[in-house]
């Protein structure tokens, strides 16, 4: 038990799927685990633990933004043992190729600034998914018939866009998409040597403008929560 999670030892498997909002991890663990039963709740932050296929896998919300995952990830993996950390999220694609419900792996996540830059200070630390995952993903993607898009995201600290211009030169430089968690979370990944993979469904597009309701984004999800999972147990295999 820590001061966010207060599941007890050997609730946590060592694979762990995390979607920002915790009533996704309650729909995902609802829908995609055998046997899932609740271990955590504290501040509400959902987090379930079942089995995946035989596998055992939990599901934990991560909440909204960097500082929030930062927080998760680090007790997961200090604290709980694991060692297969995948966001599962929504992003706003920023290249015009890209259409609302495309799934994308993040290969590169940059930032302006993540909790972590504090540690690394002036270095401009590179953070990136964990090849094993980052193939094993595509290959899953391929086996459902899923063309996914591999490249750099970037994470932002703010959710509002008042930098136009930093939007457009990410553009300009081939960037995927924007969400909030993916930079730090590959960060902590890598200080304690876990791995880390973020999976993100096009939820809108900062170009044209569309966007997913919320019922077409839950419909949406299952494929990058599919693939997240056959990842996670293929990575050994395909690394």
């Keep these: 038990m820590t001061i966010h999670i207060g599941a007890e030892p050997g609730d946590i498997a060592p694979t762990v799927l995390l979607p920002g909002d915790p009533k996704r991890a309650i729909w995902a663990a609802e829908k995609f685990l055998d046997d899932a039963r609740q ?3 504290v501040r509400g932050m959902a987090g379930y633990t079942g089995t995946w296929r035989g596998h055992p896998v939990t599901i934990h919300g991560s909440g909204m933004g960097m500082p ?7 007790e997961l993996i200090r604290d709980f ?3 297969t950390l995948i966001r599962i999220g929504s992003c706003g694609a920023m290249q015009p ?3 609302l419900h495309d799934v994308i792996l993040a290969m590169t996540a940059s930032s302006v600034s993540t909790p972590s830059s504090t540690l690394l200070r ?4 590179a953070p990136c998914a964990d090849w094993g995952l980052l193939r094993a993903a595509v290959r899953a993607a391929e086996v459902a018939e899923i063309t996914p898009h591999v490249g750099g995201i970037y994470s ?9 211009d930093l939007s457009q030169a990410l553009t300009r430089h081939g ?9 730090e979370l590959y960060t902590v990944a890598a200080r304690y040597g876990a791995r880390a993979l973020a999976v993100l469904t096009v939820s809108d597009h900062l170009i044209t403008g569309a966007a997913l309701d919320a019922e077409a984004r ?7 929560i599919n693939i997240a999972l056959a990842a996670a147990f293929d990575a050994d295999a395909a690394g």
């Design 122 to 125: 002036e270095l401009n630390y």
């Design 68 to 74: 929030s995952l930062s927080i998760y990830a680090n």
């Design 97 to 99: 190729a890209l259409e």
């Design 156 to 164: 932002s600290d703010t959710f509002y866009d008042e930098r136009a």
């Design 81 to 83: 043992g694991a060692r």
């Design 218 to 224: 839950e419909r949406s999800f299952g494929a990058m």
């Design 175 to 183: 960037t995927l998409a924007v969400e909030m968690e993916a930079a």
């Design 39 to 41: 271990v955590n709740a």
